[in-house]
């Protein structure tokens, strides 16, 4: 059809994800089987545009200003409704999703629903799946228009997570371990103790259930941090470290978190709450590593490297309270923000 011609069409599962690579790029993308939606994050603020074409019927995401990056990973069917979706650079200043649906299935316009969570993260919601109850969009091979609501950039995301939610934080070492030792003495295990205490605060606040693994200065060994989380049968499990360097390298400083597998939109949604919160000084990336207790761990799992205590930046910030507590209320948010 005219309105796809020149477009590279990509085929993505569920669980596919797209890295940005340029200035506003298309970060992550999902379709969610469970809640029936398209889950869009970008790096900076846009607003979708979005339509149907009938024949057979397809939703249409228009992401203006926004370039791909990687390519996408090719899967098919991915429900018995929603047979494919599809992703290209339709221009070099934007950015084509395509929800392709079953012949058995459609929607009325006016039930798709585009709802902002913040200036560059946005959810389609597709009405329920009625095999029963098709609507046949205008024979005409051109797009319906569906109304897009424009966010207040002043407006911040309502945290409103169902309850029954358990989330186990785990502070790095402790005891007999110290972790790493920094610039002037600072210890690893008492930094990361004080972080993780602040994040279980807040998130019990919000009504979430919160184990951690050590709440002071004892030893826990890995494999006993895995069995607290796998017998506390948690949704998440989020690993707090703070780095170091050899060499009185100094200079080094910065934010990294990890995930192994299913923890990336976990890791994504807590490090963009911290570089949207934080001042750090320095963006080191979302990255996959193959540590134990993200291995081992069976439910979604990130590690956050806070900082590097042997970097004159992040010492300075790792001893103050008050970034201490400004980087514990980001992991809460990016964790509530993931649930939710």
């Known amino acids: ?13 569920s669980q596919a994800v797209c890295i940005a690579v340029d200035a506003n790029t298309l970060e992550y993308w999902d379709f969610d089987v469970q809640q029936n939606r398209l889950e869009i994050v970008t790096e900076n603020g846009v607003r979708p545009q979005a339509s149907m074409i009938p024949n057979p019927t397809r939703l249409i995401i228009d992401l203006p200003g926004v370039s791909l990056g990687q390519g996408s990973v090719h899967q098919g069917d991915i429900t018995g409704y929603v047979t494919q979706v599809r992703v290209g650079q339709v221009t070099p200043y934007t ?4 929800v392709e649906l079953g012949r058995q299935y459609s929607m009325r316009p006016w039930e798709v629903k585009v709802r902002s969570l913040g200036p560059n993260r946005w959810y389609v919601q597709l009405a329920e799946f009625q095999p029963h109850s098709v609507y046949s969009l205008p024979v005409e091979d051109e797009p319906v228009a569906i109304m897009v609501p424009l966010p207040s950039p002043n407006s911040n995301p309502v945290y409103s997570p169902r309850g029954g939610y358990k989330v186990v934080i785990d502070p790095g070492h402790g005891g007999r371990d110290p972790g790493a030792i920094g610039i002037g003495g600072l210890q690893e295990k008492n930094v990361v103790l004080s972080i993780a205490a602040e994040v279980t605060k807040i998130l019990k606040q919000r009504g979430i259930q919160v184990i951690m693994t050590r709440s002071g200065d004892y030893f826990v060994s890995l494999l006993g941090r ?25 200079q080094v400083n910065g934010l990294e978190t990890y995930y192994y597998s299913s923890g990336y939109r976990l890791a994504l949604s807590i490090h963009r709450n911290i570089l949207q919160q934080v001042q750090v000084e320095e963006n080191r990336g979302v990255k996959q590593a193959r540590f134990y207790v993200l291995r081992k761990t069976s439910m979604p799992a ?3 490297e806070v900082g590097f205590v042997t970097g004159r930046t992040d010492n300075r910030n790792l001893k103050n309270p008050s970034y201490r507590k400004k980087l514990a209320e ?3 948010d990016g964790i509530t923000e993931y649930l939710r």
């Open 1 to 13: 059809m005219k309105q796809l011609q020149g477009l590279f069409w990509g085929l993505v599962a």
């Open 95 to 98: 950015t084509r999703i395509v």
């Open 226 to 250: 895995v069995k607290r989380a796998e017998n506390s049968n948690a949704n998440v499990f989020v690993s707090i470290h703070a780095n170091a360097v050899g060499g009185n390298n100094s």
């Open 302 to 304: 990130a590690l956050v």
């Open 330 to 332: 980001a992991i809460a």
